[in-house]
């Protein structure tokens, strides 16, 4: 079975770092698109960064300088390191795993909350 279990999450302060951590297992890993999403309260879900099988990355703007993703295919994993995070980065964050023409996989999300 597609598992995409997301880890890391948790109270930081603000302009602190975090790590999160994605773990794909059912899949063929290396193949994916894979992506950092976040949904805070009351609000949308929005794509925060992505990268791709090649390695090649995105951001948001919103997140650009601050956020660093990357993948390690051996590992099958995911990893979106955070700095200098600010109480608005307060959100669940969902991995996601993108292939053309076939579903996607979301994982349980994270708990990140950002307060002093």
């Known amino acids: 079975q597609v598992q995409l279990v997301e880890s890391g999450g948790g109270l930081v302060q603000p302009g602190g770092p975090a790590r999160l951590s994605c773990a794909a297992s059912?899949?063929?890993?290396?193949?994916?698109?894979m992506r950092w999403y976040r949904q805070a309260p009351g609000k949308e879900r929005e794509s925060v960064a992505e990268?791709?099988?090649?390695?090649?990355?995105n951001y948001a703007d919103s997140v650009k300088a601050r956020f660093t993703i990357s993948r390690d295919n051996a590992k099958n994993a995911v990893r979106l390191q955070m700095n200098s995070l600010k109480p608005e980065d307060t959100a669940v964050y969902y991995c996601?795993?993108?292939?053309?023409?076939?579903?996607?996989?979301w994982g349980q999300g994270t708990q990140v909350t950002v307060s002093s």
């Open positions: 059912g899949i063929i890993f290396r193949n994916y698109v």
């Open positions: 996601n795993a993108y292939y053309p023409y076939v579903p996607q996989y």
């Open positions: 990268i791709t099988s090649g390695g090649s990355s």
